[in-house]
């Protein structure tokens, strides 16, 4: 028999049938899990076997964990200045991740973190513009469940090298949404600093 388990908001479906092989015989076996929001999501199962003949406990195979990945269900949306406003007011989870990367140049910089969050920069690009040494902007994106997913982006350009430093607060009605976005963002700094 096998068994399939999953992470919260992850629900198995139909549980597998049991299945009996003779020696050397093999089976396929499905089983349909339903994705039910953007909350970190594992996959996890096994199988669990007795030998014809054999007394004693029975014999389990873990199967290795299935991650979903949370980018898989967002997508770049618009809203409008006071919805955003509004939002980041009653959103209560809110993840604050330091600017650590080796891009310099303050654009290209908003423009990996919306590539890599799947996010939409709300912030018109005539405000993004110019040479001040400083960059704010607002994103925003929504998962196909529905959920709303705000960033807010402030950067400024050190003079003494020319490194950029800042954070990106991501504010989000589920503590899930907003760790699992933060630590996207963590990992793309991380690979943008290994190139």
Request: proline share 3%; hydrophobic share 35%.
């Amino acid at each position: 028999s096998s068994g399939i388990n999953a992470e919260w908001p992850l629900r198995p479906g139909d549980k597998p049938s049991a299945v009996t092989l003779a020696g050397n015989d093999f089976c396929n076996t499905k089983a349909q899990v339903k994705v039910a929001s953007t909350e970190t999501g594992i996959i996890f199962g096994n199988i669990t076997y007795d030998i014809s003949g054999v007394s004693g406990d029975r014999s389990c195979v873990v199967l290795n964990d299935i991650h979903i990945d949370i980018m898989d269900y967002i997508e770049p949306a618009t809203c409008s200045d006071t919805e955003f406003r509004k939002m980041w007011a009653e959103f209560e989870w809110e993840n604050k991740v330091s600017v650590q990367t080796n891009i310099t140049d303050m654009n290209a910089y908003l423009s990996h973190i919306l590539t890599c969050t799947n996010m939409k920069c709300l912030t018109p690009r005539e405000a993004l513009t110019g040479d001040c040494g400083f960059l704010a902007a607002n994103l925003y994106a929504k998962s196909v469940f529905g959920e709303d997913a705000l960033a807010n982006l402030s950067i400024e350009q050190l003079s003494e090298n020319g490194m950029l430093s800042g954070h990106i607060r991501i504010r989000a009605k589920s503590q899930g949404m907003a760790l699992s976005l933060g630590d996207k963002i963590t990992l793309s700094q991380k690979k943008e600093k290994a190139v």
